[in-house]
């Protein structure tokens, strides 16, 4: 017997229900996530305002998405080494330093891109 999966549509709507819930959980248990996202809060109308063109709002605005991107990735690198256990092991602490450190290198990328647009 052959089983029907669901339609595209509901596929979508699925899809769109489990991310939201992704977002809602990183906003309510990852500290960082919700200053990143305060941050967005702030960095939209000071993208507009001193940006010059859509090009300029895209880069700004996009570039700390990007940052809110790699830390929800982190958050759940995070979540899964947490749910196999609380001991020290080597690998748990590297894989937790690289989410880390992938983070730090998608601000700094965002701070060059700021930087760059304004000084253009």
């Known amino acids: 017997m052959k089983t029907s999966s669901p339609n595209p549509i509901t596929r979508l709507i699925n899809a769109t229900g489990f991310s939201l819930q992704g977002l809602r959980a990183a906003f309510i248990h990852e500290q960082a996530f919700r200053l990143e996202v305060y941050l967005l809060v702030i960095l939209i109308p000071v993208a507009f305002y001193l940006g010059s063109s859509t ?10 998405l990007l940052v809110m991107i790699v830390e929800l990735i982190n958050s759940a690198i995070e979540a899964v080494v947490d749910r196999f256990g609380n001991e020290q ?15 730090m290198v998608a601000v700094v990328l ?11």
């Open 89 to 103: 092991h080597e690998l748990s602490g590297r894989a937790k330093d690289i989410g880390s450190a992938a983070v």
């Open 55 to 64: 090009l300029d709002y895209a880069l700004m605005i996009g570039s700390w």
């Open 110 to 120: 965002s701070i060059v891109i700021w930087v760059g647009v304004l000084l253009v």
